[in-house]
Structure formats: C-alpha cells, structure tokens
C-alpha cells in the first residue's frame, strides 16, 4: 500500500506569523540561538491499489485541496 | 548555519479529526484511492551559533513547545 508525505510550506517571501510567535516564544524560553522558525503542513496519505499515476494524483490532490498554490509551496515523496 | 527539519504527528491511536475531513473532501473530489489521511506540523528552525548540543536542544524545545508529548510523536533531523 503506497504511502505518500507530502510537506506543504509557506512561500518564502510570505511573513509566517504563527512561525514568528514561536520563534518569540523559543526566545522567551532561553533558546536565543534560535534565528528563524517556519511552520508548514505535514501530510500523510495512504493509498490503496495500484501505483501507476500516483504522481499525477497527488500533485492535483496538492493543487485542488491540500495546499494553497498561491501562497504556498509543496513536495511529496511516494513511499512505497 | 544549522537547519532542523521537525516533523511532529498526532500518535496513531488518536483519531485525526482534520485529516478525517480532508479525506472525506478528496473521496469527494474523486480520489477513491485514498485510504487514510494523517496532518501533523512540519516546522523549519535555523538556528546560529556552533552545532554541539543542537540534538538536545530541540529535543528540549519539542517536548516544551513545538509538540504536546501527551498525544503527539516528533521526529527531527539536523541538516548541516
């Protein structure tokens, strides 16, 4: 049964507030060595039968549902 | 610089309530393939400073802040 891990972050250039309050936060707790903090998603997908057009499947679940294209950066790798 | 990859996963005996919902959007979608669906954080530090002690120091920020040991697991690779 294939599984797939796809990582879905924020672009680069996009402030990640939700990153920015932990970093505060590691910084409140003594961790000062800490320099930036980004917070993306982490997905994983099982699926079931054959693994021809997994590739193409995901990047259109990625595209149409799990992430947000226009501000958001994705990968996936097929484990299988 | 430093770069740690932290990965964090509701345990596999929790029911998944957000992942439960994305499923349930991608059968709708037709994406009948997929079996299960998990969410869980997928958090980028960078971090200055000399690279002894980083292991423990994530370690430590995980179990305070980035991840609630009582229901989720976390893994994290430092990428040099």
Tied chains: 1, 2.
Excluded: W
């Excluded at 930036?36 to 021809?52: A, F, H, N, P, W």
């Amino acid at each position: 049964m294939p599984q797939v891990k796809v990582y879905v972050t924020l672009k680069p250039t996009l402030l990640d507030a939700q990153g920015r309050v932990v970093h505060n936060a590691l910084n409140s707790l003594g961790y000062d060595n800490v320099e930036q903090v980004r917070i993306g998603k982490y997905i994983e997908l099982e699926l079931t039968g054959g693994s021809q057009n997994i590739e193409r499947d995901v990047r259109e679940m990625c595209e149409k549902l799990l992430a947000n294209p226009v501000i958001e950066n994705y990968r996936f790798e097929v484990v299988k």
